[in-house]
């Protein structure tokens, strides 16, 4: 750690990309066996065995067998391609895969050859998904404890797990979107909010564990799938809204499904003093927007019946909204 610092592992050179460009299969493998023959000599002689053609590339083989699990399993975690996938791979195995890349690493620099920069790269996302998730309580599947980790996320992290350009990122920094320091980076908290509303950030889920993180449509959408107090109706494809209604009662609502910026619900025929207290924000009446009329339509709605507009800013206010959605209540009317 030169300085104090550690090990730069995410790559500025591969940002601007979504993280599933940037680590193909192919690409990776690549680099695995590039490297593996680099380090294949130097091992060979360290170990006091002569490092003539056939040795090398007999280790060069080994080393690549030993290095492709733990590297599909760390592509597959780190892209999220397979959530539901069995991870297998052993703290000894991790540790070996990391240190194979660190002399890599230190060989290309010392030779003045290319690094194994999505090797690296690759590495630095497990991290951060990593450190994300164990900040929200959640136990992450793969155990990074090993490499150092700093108390906020950094530009170059943000970038790369929202597949987003770095100028973009300091960017919105500047206009102060979110608190930055120097030498702490973005406070976690205040990065998830941020990112979550992001449609490159490959994470998603670790805003849907709490109560309390900013959610979008998107989350609140798969949210509304699995929950009891609901039922879907039908998808308006036109306008990408969810229909759902109250499991008990006639009340309705529909969602931005497709939504990365915010939540939007739209509830028709609403009395907006039901729910003013709940967080809710941007609580507006669309019932004379000549915008909405495609809305009115889509919901069937009659010209009496009112039609609300809100912001859901996280899980927490969606669970009260339901609550009170479900609860017969004499301030419901048609006109709102």
Not at 279 to 306: F, K
Request: proline share 6%; charged share 25%; hydrophobic share 45%.
């Amino acid at each position: 750690m030169p300085n104090g610092r550690p090990l730069a592992l995410l790559q500025e050179s591969l940002l601007g990309k979504s993280a599933a460009e940037v680590l193909t299969t192919q690409a990776l493998i690549a680099e695995l066996d590039a490297a593996s023959r680099t380090l294949a000599a130097p091992l060979l002689r360290l170990n006091g065995a002569p490092d003539e053609p056939e040795r090398i590339d007999s280790s060069a083989a080994s080393l690549v067998q030993r290095m492709r699990e733990p590297l599909m399993t760390l592509r597959a975690w780190a892209l999220m391609s397979e959530p539901d996938i069995a991870l297998n791979i052993s703290a000894t195995a991790l540790e070996d895969f990391i240190h194979f890349i660190a002399m890599a690493r230190s060989l290309a620099e010392f030779h003045a050859t290319p690094a194994p920069e999505r090797l690296m790269h690759l590495i630095g996302l497990v991290r951060v998904r990593a450190r994300l998730e164990a900040h929200v309580g959640l136990t992450p599947a793969i155990d990074v404890s090993l490499l150092p980790t700093a108390s906020g996320v950094s530009v170059v992290e943000i970038a790369a797990v929202c597949g987003l350009k770095l100028t973009t990122v300091r960017n919105a920094v500047s206009r102060r979107e979110m608190p930055y320091s120097k030498n702490e980076g973005v406070p976690l908290d205040d990065v998830l909010d941020w990112m979550v509303q992001r449609s490159g950030f490959i994470y998603p889920h670790i805003n849907a564990t709490t109560l309390d993180r900013r959610i979008n449509g998107r989350l609140a959408n798969e949210k509304l799938k699995h929950h009891e107090a609901v039922v879907f109706e039908r998808c308006i494809s036109r306008l990408r809204l969810s229909l759902w209604h109250l499991r008990d009662g006639e009340r309705r609502l529909a969602l931005n499904a497709e939504g990365v910026r915010s939540c939007v619900l739209l509830l028709p025929a609403i009395s907006p003093q039901l729910i003013d207290d709940l967080g809710l924000e941007q609580l507006e009446d669309r019932s004379d927007d000549p915008a909405a009329s495609m809305h009115r339509e889509a919901l069937g709605l009659t010209p009496e019946e009112s039609l609300w507009q809100c912001h859901v800013p996280t899980l927490g206010v969606l669970e009260a909204l339901l609550e009170r959605l479900g609860q017969p209540d004499d301030l419901t009317t048609s006109t709102g």
